[in-house]
Structure formats: structure tokens, C-alpha cells
């Protein structure tokens, strides 16, 4: 099984500011990397797929980077509706997994 | 307007048998590979099950495999996820989730409880 780990697993900014936020596969998963944003009470919503491709509706200020085994999202600048927790998750073949979450919070 | 509409949640005891639905709407169900996401209380999230287009694939976690059983009826727009033999550690909100290059769009969840 392919074990994502997201850091740091608390990020703390103030809104305008830009945040980084990294995933680390413990094999090489290509560019099949998708990141989701998940505020309490709602489902998660895809915002990243295939490392660096903004989904549908997503603003310009959410992209993604990284191949192989190190992958980021940034936000370029936070606005308020920003902060959730964010997950990083890898497809490979029938198995899915998902990053533990950071949690991104304001500071 | 794509929706996923999950149904059949509740409360059963330890060992009992659980089976969740996924009504699906607003786009062609038969084109895309389906999945069920779970997330326990206050935890992150957790992939359980994929099936393909024409169920010719599927896919479990290795905590519930031999367990739970994923299946699709494209007759019926629906998802399906048979739970047998359930324990307190499957307590979780569970998620089906159409499929692209992605988990592109998701449903609000079907709480599931396991406790005697």
C-alpha cells in the first residue's frame, strides 16, 4: 500500500498570506495526485487532479506541483473561505489512500 | 446538475450486516468508475471500495476486504455496498464518489454506527 504523509499537519496564517502545503508518497505514484479541501460538515471537494490540473469551478488561486513521490498546494493568497482541512490522495491500479489532512488554520 | 444521494445508515450491532445505496443523477452513470470514502468521527478520510464502469473491476481497502462487497446496477443508476460481518471500528460516515481522473464529485454521506 502506498502511504501518503501531508505536512505540516497544522498550518496557521493570516488571510492575503500564501500557504504551502505538502505530500510526501512513499513510492512513486507519477502524477496521479489529487487534493480536496474539507470544511466541517460538508463532503470534501476536489479542487486538484493529476498533480497540477485545477478542477472544474476552482479558483486560479489554488494550483499543484510535484511528480513521483513529493507533491505541493499552494494557495497563492488565503482568503477566508480558505481554511479547512486538506487532503492529499494517490490512484494507483484498484487502490486508492489518502493523505492524513492538514489542517489549515487562521492565524 | 450530477447528484449522489446515499441511503441505508443506521445503527446495527456488532456481526450484523449493513447495505448502503448511492442513487445517482444528472450525468451518464454507466461511463464512470464509482467509488465509497468513509470517515470515522473526527478522523481523516479513508478509501473502501471502486468499482469500474462495467463492474469488470473492483477494488477494497485491506480493512474490509473479504468483508464488504461493492457493486453497481447502471439499469438503476445505483451504487451498492454490501457490509457483512461489521465491527465497531467500520462506525464512519460513508461517501460514494463518481470517478474521473479524480473523486470528482461526492454525496453527503450515510452515517453508519456499530455498537451493541
Known amino acids: 500500500e502506498i502511504v501518503l504523509t501531508q505536512s505540516p499537519a497544522t498550518l496557521s496564517l493570516s488571510p492575503g498570506e500564501r500557504a504551502t502545503l505538502s505530500c510526501r508518497a512513499s513510492?512513486?505514484?507519477?502524477?496521479?495526485l489529487a487534493w480536496y479541501q474539507q470544511k466541517p460538515g460538508q463532503a470534501p471537494r476536489l479542487l486538484i487532479y493529476d498533480a497540477s490540473n485545477r478542477a472544474t469551478g476552482i479558483p486560479a488561486r489554488f494550483s499543484g506541483s510535484g511528480s513521483g513521490t513529493d507533491f505541493t498546494l499552494t494557495i497563492s493568497s488565503l482568503e477566508p473561505e480558505d481554511f479547512a482541512v486538506y487532503y492529499c490522495?494517490?490512484?494507483?491500479?484498484?487502490?486508492?489512500?489518502f493523505g492524513q489532512g492538514t489542517r489549515l488554520e487562521i492565524k | 446538475e450530477v447528484q449522489l444521494v446515499e441511503s441505508g445508515g443506521g445503527l446495527v450491532q456488532p456481526g450484523r450486516s449493513l447495505r448502503l445505496s448511492c442513487a445517482a443523477s444528472?450525468?451518464?452513470?454507466?461511463?464512470?468508475?464509482m467509488h465509497w470514502v468513509r470517515q470515522a468521527p473526527g478522523k481523516g478520510l479513508e478509501w473502501v471500495s471502486g468499482?469500474?464502469?462495467?463492474?469488470?473491476?473492483?477494488g477494497y481497502a485491506d480493512s474490509v476486504k473479504g468483508r464488504f462487497t461493492i457493486s453497481r446496477d447502471n439499469a438503476k443508476n445505483s451504487l451498492y455496498l454490501q457490509m457483512n460481518s461489521l465491527r465497531a471500528e467500520d462506525t464512519a460516515l460513508y461517501y460514494c464518489?463518481?470517478?474521473?481522473?479524480?473523486?470528482?464529485?461526492w454525496g453527503q454521506g450515510a452515517l453508519v454506527t456499530v455498537s451493541s
Open positions: 513510492q512513486s505514484v507519477s502524477n496521479y
Open positions: 444528472g450525468f451518464t452513470f454507466d461511463d464512470y468508475a
Open positions: 490522495q494517490q490512484r494507483s491500479n484498484w487502490s486508492i489512500t
Open positions: 468499482i469500474s464502469w462495467n463492474s469488470g473491476s473492483t
Open positions: 464518489a463518481k470517478s474521473v481522473n479524480a473523486l470528482d464529485y
